[in-house]
């Protein structure tokens, strides 16, 4: 599979390969982190979510990752199929606060 | 269960015109968020409504934009006059619950087209 160390905007993947997105955060205040999915023509689509008192949690065929001490959120698909192309934005909410705050998105392409 | 919806879908307008963008929440739920997405950067927040009373207007870019949510059900996002910079998608969204326990649900968006 393919990583991206730093957030980049695209990633390309292949068919069957494993993907992982990075998001860096900003507030040390967030306490509870979510990642979406959009796809062309619709709105952000809730994957999955993980509070700042776990580094892990699991889903079906993703798995979101959160490292505090570094502030930095990934978001990991297994056997990446056609319908995963779409773009993915991270999220934080502080404690306490209603407001999402997103990343920039990162465009994911599966190669056939 | 209907989800968020929004309309229009799309809207072109000249700069100095009016629009008016709507939003309908999940049924039964009590807030109401609208983001924004500019020239594919990051979906930022505008302002929350629980029921009819903006909770939070932080966002609101200037006083070119007027939210409303009459009675706590849909709301709708005024801009006027209308500037290039306000093209973007609009996304409304809504939920039910405490924050950090809940799901936001988006609606499609609207795309907003400033000439």
């Known amino acids: 599979g393919e990583s991206v160390g730093l957030h980049l905007p695209t990633l390309s993947v292949q068919e069957g390969d494993n993907s992982i997105i990075n998001c860096a955060y900003s507030?040390?205040?967030?306490?509870?982190f979510i990642w979406y999915k959009q796809e062309s023509g619709k709105g952000p689509q809730f994957i999955i979510d993980?509070?700042?008192?776990?580094d892990k949690r699991q889903g079906q065929r993703v798995t979101v990752l959160l490292n505090k001490t570094v502030k930095h959120l990934s978001l990991q698909i297994a056997a990446t199929q056609p319908g995963d192309s779409a773009v993915y934005f991270c999220?934080?909410?502080?404690?306490?606060?209603?407001?999402?705050?997103f990343g920039a998105g990162t465009t994911v392409t599966v190669r056939a | 269960e209907a989800g968020v919806t929004q309309f229009p879908s799309h809207s072109v307008i000249e700069k100095g015109q009016t629009v008016t963008l709507r939003c309908d929440p999940i049924?039964?739920?009590?807030?109401l968020y609208w983001y924004r997405r500019v020239m594919g950067k990051e979906i930022k927040f505008l302002l929350h409504?629980?029921?009819?009373?903006?909770?939070?207007e932080s966002g609101m870019p200037n006083n070119r934009f007027l939210a409303e949510r009459t009675g706590g059900t849909y709301s709708t996002l005024k801009v006027q006059p209308a500037e290039l910079e306000d093209s973007g998608v609009y996304f409304c969204?809504?939920?039910?619950?405490?924050?950090?326990?809940?799901?936001?649900?988006f609606g499609p968006g609207t795309r907003l087209t400033v000439t």
């Open positions: 969204a809504s939920s039910q619950g405490d924050p950090g326990t809940y799901e936001q649900y």
């Open positions: 507030n040390s205040a967030s306490d509870y």
């Open positions: 993980i509070r700042s008192n776990m």
């Open positions: 999220a934080e909410n502080m404690k306490g606060d209603y407001k999402l705050s």
């Open positions: 049924s039964g739920h009590d807030n």
């Open positions: 409504f629980v029921k009819e009373s903006k909770q939070d």
